[in-house]
């Protein structure tokens, strides 16, 4: 389709003042960086042929077009109000994310630890795994796509390495803190899917426990309760010791035990006694991928 960069820009240019059934040759050069490699920075003659010309007519803004996008919208204004209730609550999103993010970046930064290759290669496997999935749900095959492994491993090893690091401290924090979710806890999330998909909370959490994501929202409860715990002493400034987590390795010039001091950055929580049992990270996922968890095992 023209106009959404799905093909070559001289493609583009051609096409302009044709009318349906017209058709102009033009010259094409393709990217240096094009996927296939044999077509990079080489140059062609190409046909462009019009099908058909259609143009988007936008419905006027009024009463009958809230009616017509469904819910319950009587007037234009109040469609109006319910997307800037959800443009805002996107907003309170977006901005929990970026607090969340720096929280953990700043109690990363004041706790350096070292973990093991092998748990980052796994995330890394986890990530390229959801870009395959999303591929074979758009209907396409995986396995005829040219993949560089090398590159995407060096691409993608930063931020594997900084989720496993990530997962280990949270679960380090929240086994020292006692911020283990509870079985009210665990409930009241199934009754909220079970509310969201309209279904009855039973089925839902024999279908959870069938597929073994049960775990999964136990888990994830965790962590958010984790996460609150450190926002909530962002104020207070601490000077903290921790244990390196099990599954990492101190660099040599370090104690097992690092003792460490805030000061701008957020504080993190108190001494943490106990490394973590399992490790847990959501897999950052490829662009346009949905993301799931991993489960990682420390050494």
């Not at 999935?133 to 040219?146: A, I, N, S």
């Not at 079985?183 to 079970?194: G, K, L, N, P, T």
């Not at 390795?249 to 003792?259: F, G, H, K, Q, Y």
Request: aromatic fraction near 4%; charge should be positive; proline fraction near 7%.
């Amino acid at each position: 389709m023209i106009g959404t960069g799905g093909v070559l820009p001289e493609m583009e240019e051609a096409v302009i003042g044709l009318a349906a059934g017209g058709s102009r040759q033009t010259r094409v050069r393709f990217a240096d960086d094009h996927r296939n490699e044999a077509l990079r920075g080489k140059s062609a003659e190409a046909s462009v042929t019009v099908s058909e010309v259609k143009e988007k007519v936008l419905p006027p803004l009024d009463d009958d077009f809230a009616k017509s996008v469904g819910g319950s919208f009587e007037t234009l204004d109040a469609l109006r109000d319910e997307v800037r209730k959800g443009l805002q609550a996107r907003r309170e999103a977006d901005n929990r994310r970026a607090l969340e993010s720096a929280v953990l970046d700043a109690v990363l930064a004041g706790h350096a630890f070292e973990v093991p290759d092998a748990l980052v290669l796994r995330q890394v496997g986890h990530q390229i795994e959801h870009a395959r999935e999303h591929m074979r749900r758009q209907g396409l095959d995986p396995d005829k796509v040219p993949w560089d492994y090398k590159k995407l491993l060096e691409d993608l090893r930063p931020g594997a390495e900084k989720a496993v690091k990530r997962a280990l401290l949270i679960e380090a924090i929240a086994d020292k803190e006692g911020l283990q979710p509870v079985d009210a806890d665990v409930d009241a999330e199934v009754e909220r899917i079970a509310q969201a998909s309209q279904r009855p909370a039973p089925a839902v959490r024999r279908m959870l426990e069938q597929s073994g994501d049960l775990e999964g929202i136990r888990h994830n409860l965790g962590e958010r309760k984790t996460v609150d715990f450190l926002i909530e002493r962002i104020p207070t400034r601490t000077s903290t010791s921790i244990s390196t987590p099990r599954g990492a390795r101190s660099p040599r010039a370090w104690p097992s035990t690092t003792r460490c001091s805030t000061s701008s950055r957020p504080s993190p929580p108190s001494a943490w006694a106990r490394p973590p049992r399992w490790a847990r990270c959501s897999c950052a996922p490829a662009p346009g991928a949905s993301a799931s968890p991993c489960r990682t095992r420390g050494s």
